[in-house]
């Protein structure tokens, strides 16, 4: 900003980020005044614009809606990709909510003196640069913001084509060629299941034990077993059933954890895959399951066992990383190094001086309205306790 006069706007909360987990927050601050910033140019990126065709929703619809709304009764168990963005259309249109794109978040700091959050942003069309000054901070960013692909040896030495999963939209682009898959999450799975539908030569790298488990399986246990029984034994129960469907799938190169997978998502985070037919061909050998790679050739990837392959495209399911950390530069008060919540769950959401963080629990649709009813709450118990003295111009009771 040197040599640039940006003009400055006073608000209440600041929402960086105009995902799922920003709407959600928008919506339950309500008439609280608050500003959304989204460098796209438009809500929900991620979905709109990086997600592949054949996407839909894992879980059922009782743990895929946002705040203040849940889903029409008649609306399908899974909802597609197109249904859900759908109903994050109305969803924006119910609470009138407004964001302001083209946005990029160049810097977050907090003045000690004043006792407030300095943002400043710009326009990625103009280039323009304004400053927001707020009370509160909302690290609404998600941390799925840029696509992480390993640093392999030799990658950048590949001739033919390398995506990450956030680019991949339809397996039709790669019939007939050598697809290598990397990453066996719930999109390198499905990635893998979509590409060997249209024809190519299929691998996916596994090098971790996960569950694999059924939409229905998933379902049973979050909408009925957890609510009676205790964790231990509704894993028992659910691994039960995935062990008599689909056996023991360990000489197919999958793993399962020592522990099950609802304790696994409760303490860590992480999901259990849902299939979707993969299995199946990796057991009737339509996808060849490989180990990690060492490194990559020109034309072929030489992988742990010392087998040297070659591939037309590698595909990167490896997953995402939050960039928060470029440009919140006081990100101890609420981050670690990583750009994830510094505490852990369930307090992940509070940080200190009045940031927040929301959607960062790996606990899907259902954390992120979680967290956006406990931002919003904190943020009125703040204002309604006589503990905010603002120059915006609203007074509190004690005022």
Known sequence: MEGVVAMVEETMVVIVGAGPSGLATSACLGDIPHVILER???????????????????????????????????????????????????????????????????????????????????????????????????????????????????????????????????????????????????????????????????????KSSFHVLTKGMVRLGMLLLMKKLPLWLVDFIVTSLALYAYGDLTRFGIRRPKSGPFYLKSTTGRSAVIDVGTVQKIKNGDIDVVPAITMVKENSVVFENGIERQFDAIVFATGYRSLANTWLKDYKYGLNAKGLPKNSFPNHWKGENNLYVAGLSRRGLEGVGKDAIAIAGDIKKIMMTGQLMFKYGLRTSSS
Request: charged letters at 25%; aromatic letters at 12%.
């Open 40 to 206: 796209e140019d438009c809500y929900a990126s991620l979905w709109k614009k990086r997600s592949y065709d054949r996407l839909s929703l894992h879980l059922a619809k009782e743990f895929c809606h946002l705040p203040l709304m849940p889903l029409p009764p008649k609306s399908p168990t899974y909802l597609s990709k197109k249904e859900f963005i759908e109903y994050l259309d109305r969803y924006v249109s119910e609470f009138k909510i407004n964001s302001r794109f083209h946005q990029s978040v160049e810097s977050a700091s907090y003045d000690e003196v004043e006792k407030r959050w300095v943002i400043e942003y710009k326009n990625t069309l103009s280039g323009e640069v304004k400053v927001l000054v707020a009370k509160f901070l909302v690290v609404a960013s998600g941390e799925n913001n840029e696509g992480y692909i390993p640093n392999i040896p030799g990658l950048e030495t590949f001739q033919g084509e390398i995506m990450h999963s956030s680019i991949y939209k339809c397996g039709l682009a790669f019939r007939d060629q050598n697809v290598l898959v990397v990453g066996s999450g719930n999109s390198g799975m499905e990635i893998a299941y979509d590409v060997s539908n249209y024809g190519a030569l299929t691998s996916i790298v596994i």
